[in-house]
Every structure is written in C-alpha cells, then in structure tokens.
C-alpha cells in the first residue's frame, strides 16, 4: 500500500483514480481502500520529509510544509474527511 500511495501521490490528481484501477484491476476501487490508502499517503510524505532530514538546504521548505501538512491533510483525516484527491 505504501509503494501504491507513492505512485499515486506521483501522477497528476485527475490520473490518480487510474493508478488504483491498475493496480487493483477494476474500476470498482473499494471505498475502504481509498480510506486505508490515505494513510499510506500521509506515511509516504512524511517518509518524504524525513528522507531529507541531512539535506539542510529543504529544512526552511520543510518547516513551511509541515504546518500546512497537518492542517490541510492530517487534521481532516482525523476527523474522517477523505483527503486522498486533495494532494
């Protein structure tokens, strides 16, 4: 599920539903696997982040994203809004 959530958070919003119909084979996606995904979406930008901890040059762009990451995405996860075609 994380490399899935990595592929999708790598083609364009509008082709995303496409990657899960590959990957699964149907265009009939189960609403439980898009919430499942969203999670693994979270991991993987936060993998993202965390991969470039060394690289000092992306700490002032990190600092500016993280903030907007919990508010926009984490946050409404949490309250059960679907956050998988926002990013």
Not at 2 to 12: E, S, V
Not at 61 to 67: D, F, G, L, N
Request: charged content about 20%; hydrophobic content about 45%.
């Amino acid at each position: 599920m994380h490399d899935l959530a990595m592929a999708a958070l790598n083609a364009p919003a509008l082709s995303r539903k496409f990657v899960l119909e590959g990957y699964f084979g149907d265009s009939n996606v189960p609403e439980q696997v898009t919430a499942v995904l969203e999670g693994f979406v979270l991991m993987a930008v936060l993998g993202y982040y965390a991969f470039q901890m060394e690289n000092e040059k992306i700490h002032p762009w990190i600092r500016e994203r993280i903030p907007l990451l919990c508010e926009n995405r984490c946050r409404p996860l949490l309250n059960g809004e679907p956050i998988f075609s926002a990013f």
